[in-house]
Structures are given as C-alpha cells and as structure tokens.
Nanobody, 124 residues
Framework: QVQLVESGGGLVQAGGSLRLSCAAS????????MGWFRQAPGKEREFVTT????????YYADYVQDRFAVSRDNAKNTVYLQMNSLKSEDTAVYYC?????????????????WGQGTPVTVSS
C-alpha cells in the first residue's frame, strides 16, 4: 500500500503558475502509474493528466493541454504537476492518485490510492 500527500496548492491570479507535488510513502512510487485529478465545488471529479511508471509517456485532458505538465522523480518518490497560464476555471481541489495496473487511465475508479487533495484557487 502507498500513502500519498499533495502539497503546493494555494491562491494565484489568473495567468499565474503553481507547482503541485505528490509525495509517496509506504511503497516505491515507481511501482505505480500516477494520475492527477481535480474536483471543483458542485462538480464531479475530473481527469487532468496521467504518467507512466517510468515517466516516458504522459496524457492530458484537452482543457489543460499545453498549459500543465506532469513529471515524476522516482528517486524522490514524488510526482509533480506544473500548472501555467492558470484560469479561473482551474479552481478546484487537486488530487494525485496511484494505479497498480501498468497502463495509464483517465478514469478515477481505475486508481487504487488517493491523496487528501490540495486546493487551488485562481482569482480573475
């Protein structure tokens, strides 16, 4: 089992940037495909991005493509989400998640472990 803790959220103006981190403990992060999801108030949790175990492949939702970048440092047991050109519609609680299966997925229910989330608020 792996425990995930997100950090780096906060308040930022539209057009600004934030970098979120997701630190893992309990098991080595390299055993998991990782994903980032977000949930805005009153909305369902939605996919943001996912990255393979080695980091050689990434996949993004259309609404963050070219603005967000996911990366991982397996030696540090940490996954990152660099968010640039933030918009008010990016306001949400951001969650990282770990998937035991080898293939990437954009479906929340296909992830096995979740962090507690970190809030991001983008002011316009």
């Amino acid at each position: 089992q792996v425990q995930l803790v997100e950090s780096g959220g906060g308040l930022v103006q539209a057009g600004g940037s934030l970098r979120l981190s997701c630190a893992a403990s309990g098991r080595t992060l390299s055993a998991y495909v990782m994903g980032w999801f977000r949930q805005a108030p009153g909305k369902e949790r939605e996919f943001v991005t996912t990255i393979t175990r080695s980091g050689d492949f990434t996949y993004y939702a259309d609404y963050v493509q070219d603005r967000f970048a996911v990366s991982r440092d397996n030696a540090k047991n940490t996954v990152y989400l660099q968010m640039n050109s933030l918009k008010s519609e990016d306001t949400a609680v951001y969650y990282c998640a770990a998937r035991k299966a080898a293939d990437v997925s954009s479906r929340p229910h296909e992830y096995d472990y979740w962090g507690q989330g970190t809030p991001v608020t983008v002011s316009s």
